[in-house]
């Protein structure tokens, strides 16, 4: 006897499914591709003759909607080659396609864009998926048969993160509203570098912009040339090194100032949190809460913390004293010049093997030395 069990039932049910699915496609048949009605479209009742009783595409627009109506018309839509891509009468693939898959079909001609898809380079997901995630098959309002405008709108429709970003972050960036938008950086399709970026890495694209002064949207001030700060400035910062500018910023925009991904003081001195430095995304905030350390930071004078005293008790940022884009004849990417609010100075560091000495115009000569401190009043070793 046969215990039919919801198992068995659910195993049978699977399996049935699968047989149809496999063993019959389904074809699709056009309407009026049926004995009898084959005169919809051809000279005679039965399509004897393969006579068609209209030129294309006119006999296809006088059932569906004209393409040709569009601003912007797909080459072989335009030339009235419909079955290039449909077959008239019947098909196994969705919309009577000649193609089980739309990216076969579109690279059987655009075989450039074929190659792309096996270049081996990151391809962007709806690229992979279907052209049509994007491109109308027929025609549309907008460039290159796009279904919005291909600049800004189109990337919008799906990344709607972005989209809030752009829009509505307090420091937004030029960048977003010049040229070609977010295809200035951006390929739609793919890239060799990551994040589809149009240059190797993102500082080679800064950089085309940031070569020259350009006037802050919110209130006409000139930003530094940075291009010409880093040819001046040969020791990079780690991340400036590797070309990675977006490690800090946010070329989409940011609430934070400077468009930064995570805040920063945007004065010289500003009480301190942990939270407010971007810096301890990837240096351990011990180097400046730590009061007494021998491990955490060489600016220190015996086991008291320099960094401490600066930074947490008197308030002074980090851009006093360093340069996290670049500097240039002093280790630590130390500042030659600075600035502390609106006075501009030097601050006159000296290396020594075991310390160093700062002479700036906050206070007299000071030395500091790891391994024989100096008393702080006297500058003599104690
Ligand atoms: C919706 C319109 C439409 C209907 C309905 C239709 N045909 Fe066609 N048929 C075409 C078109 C368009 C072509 C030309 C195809 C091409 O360009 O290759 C064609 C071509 C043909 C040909 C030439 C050989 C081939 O297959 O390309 C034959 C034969 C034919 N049709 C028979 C029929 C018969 C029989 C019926 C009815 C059972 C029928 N057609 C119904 C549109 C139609
Ligand atoms: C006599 C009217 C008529 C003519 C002529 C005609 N069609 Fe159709 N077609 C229909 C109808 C009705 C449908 C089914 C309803 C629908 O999906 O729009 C259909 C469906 C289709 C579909 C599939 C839509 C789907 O959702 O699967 C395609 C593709 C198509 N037609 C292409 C063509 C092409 C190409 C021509 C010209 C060669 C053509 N048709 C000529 C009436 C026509
Ligand atoms: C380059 C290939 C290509 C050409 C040429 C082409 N089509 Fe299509 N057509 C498609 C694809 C792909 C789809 C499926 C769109 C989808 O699924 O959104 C489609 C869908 C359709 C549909 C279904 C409507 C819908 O929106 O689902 C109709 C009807 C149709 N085409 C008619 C035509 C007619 C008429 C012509 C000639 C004037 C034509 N097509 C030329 C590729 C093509
Ligand atoms: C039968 C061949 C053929 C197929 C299939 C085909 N295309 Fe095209 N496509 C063309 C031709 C021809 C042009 C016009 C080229 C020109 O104007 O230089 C064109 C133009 C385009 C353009 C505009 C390019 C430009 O430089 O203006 C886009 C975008 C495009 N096709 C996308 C697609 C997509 C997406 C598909 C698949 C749905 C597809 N094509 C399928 C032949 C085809
Ligand atoms: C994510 C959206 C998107 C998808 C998916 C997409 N495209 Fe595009 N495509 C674009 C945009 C945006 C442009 C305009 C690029 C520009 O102006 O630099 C474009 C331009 C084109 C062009 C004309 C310019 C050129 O690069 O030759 C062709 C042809 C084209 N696409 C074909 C395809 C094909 C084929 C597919 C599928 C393999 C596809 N596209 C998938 C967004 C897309
Ligand atoms: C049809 C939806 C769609 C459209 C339109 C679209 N994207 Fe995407 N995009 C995705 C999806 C899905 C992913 C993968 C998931 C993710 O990273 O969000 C993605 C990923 C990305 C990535 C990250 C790639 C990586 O390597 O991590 C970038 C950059 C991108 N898109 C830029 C764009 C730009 C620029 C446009 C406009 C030209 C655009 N997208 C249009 C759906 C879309
Ligand atoms: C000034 C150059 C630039 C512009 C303009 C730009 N992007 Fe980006 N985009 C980048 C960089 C650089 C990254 C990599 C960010 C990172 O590593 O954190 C990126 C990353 C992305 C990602 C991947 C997710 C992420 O945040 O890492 C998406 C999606 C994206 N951008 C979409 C867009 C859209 C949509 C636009 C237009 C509104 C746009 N981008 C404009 C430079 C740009
Ligand atoms: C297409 C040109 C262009 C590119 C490419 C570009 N920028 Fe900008 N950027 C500008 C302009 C113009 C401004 C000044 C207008 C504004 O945003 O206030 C600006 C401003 C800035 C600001 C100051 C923002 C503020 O609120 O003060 C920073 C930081 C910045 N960009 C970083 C970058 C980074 C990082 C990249 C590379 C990922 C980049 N930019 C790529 C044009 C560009
Ligand atoms: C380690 C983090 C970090 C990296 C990496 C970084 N920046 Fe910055 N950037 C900052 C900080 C912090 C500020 C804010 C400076 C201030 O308030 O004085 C800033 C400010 C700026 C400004 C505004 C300067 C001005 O005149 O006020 C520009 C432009 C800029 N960065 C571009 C870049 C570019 C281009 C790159 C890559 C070459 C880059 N940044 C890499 C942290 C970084
Ligand atoms: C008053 C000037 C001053 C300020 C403000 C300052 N530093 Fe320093 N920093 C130094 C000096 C001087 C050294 C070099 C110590 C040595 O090696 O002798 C140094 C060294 C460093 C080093 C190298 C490793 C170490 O700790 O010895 C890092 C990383 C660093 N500082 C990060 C920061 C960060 C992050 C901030 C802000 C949160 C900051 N500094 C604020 C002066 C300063
Ligand atoms: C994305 C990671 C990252 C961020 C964020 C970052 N740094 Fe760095 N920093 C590094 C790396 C990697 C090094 C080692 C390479 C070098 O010396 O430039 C380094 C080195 C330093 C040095 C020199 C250390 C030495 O021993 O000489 C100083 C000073 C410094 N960073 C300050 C800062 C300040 C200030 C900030 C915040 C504005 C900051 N960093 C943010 C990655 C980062």
Redesign the pocket.
Known sequence: MIIFSFRNFLFLFLFSILFINIGYAKTIKHPSYVKGQCGACHTTKNGESADLKMEMPELCYSCHTNYEKNDFIHGPVGAGACTLCHNPHESKNPKLLTSNSVNELCTSCHANKGDMLNSGENIHPPVQDSCINCHDAHGEKHLYQLKADRK?DL??TC?TD?KDK?ENSINK?G??EMGD??L???DPHSSPS????KAED?KT??LTCHSSQLPRDEDGKMLMNMGEHLTNNPDAHGPVMWG????CH???GSDNTRML?HPFPEKSAEKFTTDGYICFQCHEPKKITARFTKEFTEFRNGDKNIHFLHVKTKRISCKTCHDYHASKDLPHHLKSETTYGPAKFSLRFLESPTGGSCNPICHTIRYYDRVEPVNIKTNKKL
């Open positions: 800004k990337c919008l990344h972005k752009v960036h960048a977003i938008k977010c200035g950086c951006h990551t994040k589809l970026l993102s694209i800064c990675d500018c977006a490690a946010d070329p989409h991904k």
